[in-house]
């Protein structure tokens, strides 16, 4: 089976940096996939990391080391418009995504 | 392109009665993906189908859930007899390849009283 476990609540400010983290427990494991969905919206793609390392997408960062299990999303100059869900998702040999219970970003002014 | 395309955008129905939700993937996906989210379970995969087949309905929650693709531009999930802890937002998402990106629809909310 598989499991992922990221926080359940996030705030920040404005114009500052901030970290969800994701850990996985699984088997049969490609990369794991971070969506952002809004309030009433459908989940979005943002980013994903088949291999170790950092992805790089604007604003977006994503890191994966697949020897800890365990990844995050770093999201820079935030700005209103990211407050959202955010869903860290395994990516599987049985090429399915299995969905984190996401993380509310609150961003304040 | 449109998009992935959902009919209808919320329904509600009484408890007993039949429920059927339309998908239209995005031209050219192979893969289609059924969704199901609450606040209780978060996003749940029901099935999924590659080339117009079924692949793995492991997520079907019971016999009262069916759902078809007799195109490759028309999906559907059925529910027969509905019952109220049935309520939630239904995702229908499709996938070029099958991957890690997939594309999400606007969603059914489902209200079953």
């Known amino acids: 089976g598989q499991s992922l476990e990221q926080p359940s609540e996030v705030t920040a400010v404005e114009g500052a940096i901030v970290q969800i983290n994701c850990t996985y427990q699984?088997?049969?494991?490609?990369?794991l996939s971070w969506y952002q969905q809004h309030d009433g919206g459908a989940p979005t793609f943002l980013s994903y990391?088949?291999?170790?390392g950092l992805e790089e997408t604007g604003r977006f960062s994503s890191f994966l080391s697949r020897s800890d299990s365990y990844g995050y999303l770093l999201l820079q100059e935030l700005q209103m418009k990211d407050s959202a869900s955010y869903f860290c998702?395994?990516?599987?040999?049985?090429?399915?995504?299995?969905f984190g219970s996401g993380t509310q970003l609150t961003v304040l002014p | 392109d449109a998009g992935v395309i959902q009919s209808p955008r919320h329904e509600v129905t009484e408890m007993g009665q039949e429920v059927t939700l339309r998908c239209k993937p995005i031209?050219?996906?192979?893969?289609l993906f059924w969704y199901r989210q609450t606040m209780m379970r978060g996003l749940e995969l029901l099935i999924y189908?590659?080339?117009?087949?079924?692949?793995?309905d492991s997520g079907m929650p019971e016999d009262r859930f069916s759902a078809k693709m007799p195109n490759a531009s028309f999906s559907t999930l059925k529910i027969q007899p509905s019952e109220p802890r049935d309520s939630a937002v239904y995702f229908c998402?499709?996938?070029?390849?099958?991957?890690?990106?997939?594309?999400f629809g606007p969603g059914t909310r489902l209200t079953v009283t």
């Open positions: 998402a499709s996938s070029p390849d099958g991957a890690y990106e997939q594309y």
């Open positions: 699984t088997s049969g494991f490609y990369g």
């Open positions: 990391n088949g291999l170790d």
């Open positions: 998702a395994v990516f599987g040999s049985a090429r399915q995504l299995t």
């Open positions: 031209s050219g996906h192979d893969y």
């Open positions: 189908f590659n080339n117009n087949v079924p692949i793995d």
